[in-house]
């Protein structure tokens, strides 16, 4: 029998660690949280790119307190429902992409790809990092991971508009 945590959304870091509620799907939390960044990337598509930086910068850092402090609460380094590591992910992946659906259709299964198969340095980075840091800095990586993939497919003209 697996144990129950107990979550609290009305507490604003859980609200957030845990994706706005999503994270706490029976299924595939980590990837119905992925959703969660949608607001965000629709909020800031039209910004210019070095904002669109500055913000995943501060979804980033946000995301080691909120992370870190749902993780204290439950006392699980990082339990599946927090998920605002993917929002971060997520959001980092689709900097400076022209959206369309395609577009999000492939950077969130680029994403997706990169956190779940955790290749390389992004598996080493899950294994030996700990805290809130440890929590966002895998999926930051994938982000990363994903973004490039994401805009060479742009470049080569594999995606277009």
């Not at 990837?31 to 039209?46: E, H, R, S, V």
């Not at 080493?124 to 994401?150: E, Q, V």
Request: charged content about 10%; hydrophobic content about 55%.
């Amino acid at each position: 029998m697996s144990k129950k945590y107990k979550f609290n959304l009305k507490r604003p870091h859980q609200f957030f660690g845990l994706g706005f509620g999503l994270g706490l799907s029976p299924v595939a939390p980590g990837t119905m949280g992925t959703f969660a960044a949608l607001p965000f990337i629709f909020m800031t598509a039209t910004f210019p790119l070095w904002l669109q930086v500055v913000f995943a910068i501060v979804i980033s850092v946000f995301g080691l307190w909120v992370c870190g402090q749902t993780a204290r609460d439950v006392q699980v380094h990082d339990h599946p429902a927090i998920v605002w590591d993917e929002v971060a992910g997520f959001y980092i992946t689709m900097l400076g992409a022209a959206l369309s659906w395609q577009s999000l259709i492939v950077g969130f299964l680029l994403f997706r790809f990169f956190d779940i198969v955790k290749p390389g340095p992004i598996k080493m980075l899950d294994k030996r990092l700990h805290g809130g840091f440890g929590i966002m800095a895998d999926d930051i990586l994938a982000g990363i991971f994903s973004l490039i993939c994401l805009q060479a497919l742009f470049k080569t003209g594999v995606l277009t508009l």
